[in-house]
């Protein structure tokens, strides 16, 4: 089992639609989660940044940490096409495991 | 400030052959790292640096070398490349540990033939 999991899709929505991205761990003892943004043929940069567990709102964006449940979400609402990328999540207590990514398409 | 820069883009290699990989930062940041991706297999972390001088091997060391011999430079060496290291390798950066944001350079796409 790997020790982060996220589906990697793809995702396809229209415009306007709230998206939500999802990842599960399997360690509790994981403190520090991070949601990375990677547009084709790019390198990823970071999106959000949370600390155990809550809330956390950016703009569109929303990260949502449930420590007891081991599982993050990123809600991106009013979905734009600009928004159309992988979106990787990152958790971990100091070294960081990045999961598979979700490739989101955000249909004008 | 350029970021983090990786030369080169775009290489084919065949079986066998070998080749260095340079990353490149002027943030002044202390930790680099490389990763390799993979379809379905997100960003695996290869090798990383906590200094000037100093590598450790992450997730997938097998078959690559590092080196840091200045603090803006982390270079990966392929030995004696493979099919199996066909992938997109990044490079990273970051101001301490992987808590702290990691700065990603545009990728280096390596075909082995």
């Known amino acids: 089992q790997k020790e982060v999991e996220q589906d990697p899709g793809p995702l396809s929505v229209p415009e306007g639609a709230i998206v939500s991205l999802n990842c599960t761990y399997s360690?509790?003892?994981?403190?520090?989660f991070m949601w990375y943004r990677q547009y084709s043929r790019k390198g990823p940069e970071l999106l959000m940044y949370?600390?155990?567990?809550g809330n956390k709102e950016d703009g569109r964006f929303t990260a949502q940490v449930d420590k007891s449940s081991k599982y993050i979400s990123l809600f991106i609402r009013d979905s734009q096409p600009s928004d159309s990328a992988t979106y990787l999540c990152?958790?971990?207590?100091?070294?960081?495991?990045f999961g598979a990514g979700t490739r989101l398409t955000v249909k004008p | 400030n350029a970021g983090v820069t990786q030369t080169p883009k775009f290489r084919v290699l065949k079986t066998g052959q070998s080749m260095t990989l340079l990353c490149a930062q002027d943030?002044?940041?202390?930790?680099m790292y490389w990763y390799r991706q993979d379809p379905g297999m997100g960003l695996r972390l290869i090798h990383y640096?906590?200094?000037?001088?100093?590598?450790a091997k992450g997730e997938v060391p097998d078959g690559y070398n590092v080196s840091r011999l200045k603090k803006q430079n982390f270079l990966l060496g392929l030995e004696s490349a493979a099919p199996s290291q066909t992938s997109v390798y990044f490079c990273?950066?970051?101001?301490?540990?992987?808590?702290?944001?990691?700065?990603f350079g545009p990728g280096t796409r390596l075909t082995v033939t």
């Open positions: 949370t600390y155990s567990s």
């Open positions: 640096s906590v200094g000037e001088g100093t590598t």
């Open positions: 990152a958790i971990g207590d100091g070294d960081m495991r």
């Open positions: 990273a950066s970051s101001s301490a540990g992987g808590i702290y944001e990691q700065y």
């Open positions: 360690n509790s003892a994981f403190q520090y």
């Open positions: 943030m002044n940041h202390e930790y």
